[in-house]
T-cell receptor, first 117, second 114 residues
Framework: AQSVTQLGSHVSVSEGALVLLRCNYS??????LFWYVQYPNQGLQLLLK??????LVKGINGFEAEFKKSETSFHLTKPSAHMSDAAEYFC???????????????FGQGTILTVHP | ETGVTQTPRHLVMGMTNKKSLKCEQH?????MYWYKQSAKKPLELMFV???????ENNSVPSRFSPECPNSSHLFLHLHTLQPEDSALYLC?????????????FGPGTRLTVL
């Protein structure tokens, strides 16, 4: 079975600073990896996804993530934080295996990002 | 309406009530999902429907009963709930069910069980 670990339940940065949200995954087969963002009182919105093409994936709102197989990581970064980036971020992994007829999406615990002026 | 919509957005019910949550997707997708999001816990997959057929029931108690009358609509019927069932219930849809299909989420229904 696959799993995801997000290091740090809370991350705080200053506006304009680098954002780094960490995600490590575990999977016995090649994974598909996703980052979602959730703003207060809203559902989850896809930021970006890795589906075995380029290892550096660019998403919306200036975010990007790099798939590193050797480190089993898929960390999310943004060069310069904006106040509007304050939200909760979820890393998720999915595979096409495990005896199911569908790709089950497994989520991490989430990381709350706070951006200070 | 666009995307995935859910009604109601907020629901308060007693343990003896019966209520239903509704989800509708306007994306032409073939798969729909129910998730439970509780504080301090990862999102929990509850049910998966593909082309109106249930393909996953993730050990969910029978007091939660899903219904998928067509590929655009998904319901979650609730009865005899417990206070620990209070959570945000999220509906999602995807084009297909293979692992590389991204899921699109609705805004959720915030459920409080008294």
């Amino acid at each position: 079975a696959q799993s995801v670990t997000q290091l740090g339940s809370h991350v705080s940065v200053s506006e304009g600073a680098l954002v780094l949200l960490r995600c490590n995954y575990s999977s016995s087969v090649p994974p598909y990896l996703f980052w979602y963002v959730q703003y207060p009182n809203q559902g989850l919105q896809l930021l970006l996804k890795y589906t075995s093409a380029a290892t550096l994936v660019k998403g919306i709102n200036g975010f990007e993530a790099e798939f590193k197989k050797s480190e089993t990581s898929f960390h999310l970064t943004k060069p310069s934080a904006h106040m509007s980036d304050a939200a909760e971020y979820f890393c998720a992994v999915s595979v096409n295996a495990g005896g199911t007829s569908y790709g089950k999406l497994t989520f991490g615990q989430g990381t709350i990002l706070t951006v200070h002026p | 309406e666009t995307g995935v919509t859910q009604t109601p957005r907020h629901l308060v019910m007693g343990m003896t009530n019966k209520k239903s949550l509704k989800c509708e997707q306007h994306l032409g997708h073939n798969a729909m999902y129910w998730y439970k999001q509780s504080a301090k816990k990862p999102l929990e997959l509850m049910f998966v429907y593909s082309l109106e057929e249930r393909v996953e029931n993730n050990s969910v108690p029978s007091r939660f009963s899903p219904e998928c009358p067509n590929s655009s609509h998904l319901f979650l019927h609730l009865h005899t709930l417990q206070p620990e069932d209070s959570a945000l219930y999220l509906c999602a849809s995807s084009l297909g069910t293979s692992g590389n299909n991204e899921q699109f989420f609705g805004p959720g229904t915030r459920l409080t069980v008294l």
